[in-house]
């Protein structure tokens, strides 16, 4: 089983970044795709962003493609979030996921390991 914290959460202005990170406590790192998913109160939790093992795939929600990027460094266990750009309906509760595997995954059945959350603000 593999443990996730994410951190790098907060309140931002629109048109501000962030980058969230994410650790994970099990090597090998490498054998896990990973996913961030975001949760607005009131909503379903939904897809951000994905990425392979390798890192050399990579996938979107259609609304922050140019402004997210996901990345991984599988020598430090970790895996970032770059937020620019951010806009007020970008405001949730964001979370890192893991799954055994190369495939990417966008569905949250698809992902059985979960971080705790860090809640990003985005103020008009």
């Known amino acids: 089983q593999v443990q996730l914290v994410e951190s790098g959460g907060g309140l931002v202005q629109a048109g501000g970044s962030l980058r969230l990170s994410c650790a994970a406590s099990?090597?090998?790192?490498?054998?896990?795709?990973m996913g961030w998913f975001r949760q607005a109160p009131g909503k379903e939790r939904e897809f951000v962003a994905a990425?392979?093992?390798?890192?050399?795939?990579?996938y979107y929600l259609d609304s922050i493609k140019g402004r997210f990027t996901i990345s991984r460094d599988n020598a430090k266990n970790t895996v970032s979030l770059q937020m620019n750009s951010l806009k007020p309906e970008d405001t949730a509760v964001y979370y890192c996921?893991?799954?055994?595997?190369?495939?990417?995954?966008?569905?949250?059945?698809?992902?059985?390991?979960w971080g705790q959350g860090t809640q990003v603000t985005v103020s008009s």
């Open positions: 996921a893991a799954k055994v595997g190369t495939v990417v995954a966008t569905k949250t059945t698809q992902y059985p390991y």
């Open positions: 099990r090597r090998p790192f490498s054998s896990y795709a």
């Open positions: 990425i392979s093992w390798s890192g050399g795939e990579t």
